[in-house]
């Protein structure tokens, strides 16, 4: 009973979600943003200057590993002049999960996917997560700190970007 009644929820909750993927799409005309920020719910107005050009990716219950693939996936947007800056916001309690969501998906190439076959499936969503993304649920309590991942630092230092890691207590 209750997957008929999440249902239309989750596919109004992916619609949303799926906007996100607007900006990497090849008819888009945004390019060379000064910004990128791949995050929980995280509301970055504090942290993003006057005139800032930014894109934010951003979906409940965020990990290391998604950021990792997500980056990989749409840095291209970024400016080519060393002044680009990652933005990464998680919350403590989901750092080191090791799957990719369901919200990550429509990012994602098929082959990218595959490594992650468990999603293929039916990726469970749940319905706090559909709300989150529906009214755009976002909060600013986050604190800056050292990225712990290796792989996002040094992605980002042979690209030239800058790397700001924040993270939320739970």
Same mark, same amino acid.
């Given at each position: 009973? &209750? ?7 989750? #596919? +109004? $909750? ?13 008819? &888009?005309?945004?390019?060379? =943003? *000064? /910004?990128?920020?791949? &995050? ?8 993003? /200057? $006057? ?7 951003? $979906?409940?219950?965020?990990? !290391? ?5 997500? !980056? ?7 400016? *080519?002049?060393?002044?680009?800056? =990652? ?29 992650? $076959?468990?999603?293929? @499936?039916?990726? &469970? =969503? @749940?319905?706090? *997560?559909?709300? #989150?993304? +529906? ?14 991942? !290796?792989?996002?630092? #040094? ?8 790397? @700001?890691?924040? +993270?939320?207590?739970?």
């Amino acid at each position: 009973m &209750s997957g008929i009644l999440i249902w239309p929820l989750k #596919k +109004l $909750a992916q619609k949303v979600n799926k906007f996100q993927c607007r900006p990497f799409g090849a008819y &888009s005309d945004i390019r060379n =943003v *000064d /910004t990128l920020i791949i &995050s929980d719910m995280f509301e970055p107005s504090k942290i993003i /200057t $006057a005139g800032e050009k930014y894109v934010q990716i951003a $979906a409940p219950r965020r990990n !290391l590993k998604s950021c990792y693939e997500l !980056l990989r996936h749409t840095h291209s947007i970024l400016n *080519d002049n060393n002044n680009s800056r =990652v933005i990464i916001a998680l919350r403590e309690k989901y750092l080191y999960n090791d799957d990719i969501s369901y919200w990550d998906i429509p990012f994602f190439h098929r082959i990218t996917l595959e490594k992650y $076959a468990r999603l293929k @499936k039916h990726p &469970s =969503v @749940k319905i706090s *997560d559909c709300f #989150k993304i +529906l009214l755009n649920m976002k909060s600013s309590n986050y604190y800056e700190t050292d990225c712990p991942s !290796l792989e996002i630092k #040094k992605f980002c230092y042979e690209r030239g970007y800058k790397l @700001k890691f924040m +993270l939320k207590h739970d």
